[in-house]
């Protein structure tokens, strides 16, 4: 957990600080902002395997919405 929350910290901008600010309001703990912080930053970098199946399914799709894949 260290090592995120340093990455966070570097990382971090004025909009970083507001959107602790706001998570903090919110009831969130130091250690829950800072995993959802990480967590923005991972999916934001393309750090989610999940993004690469859904741009398949995505074409996948456009192509049976195109008529050019028959189900």
Do not use: C, P
């Not at 130091?30 to 399914?57: F, M, N, P």
Request: hydrophobic share 40%.
């Amino acid at each position: 957990m260290h090592t995120q929350e340093l990455l966070v910290t570097t990382t971090g901008s004025e909009a970083n600080v507001a959107e602790k600010n706001l998570l903090a309001r919110w009831g969130f703990t130091t250690e829950e902002i800072t995993s959802l912080l990480w967590l923005q930053q991972w999916y934001k970098t393309g750090g989610s395997d999940r993004a690469v199946i859904v741009r398949y399914l995505e074409f996948l799709r456009l192509l049976v919405r195109s008529g050019e894949l028959e189900l």
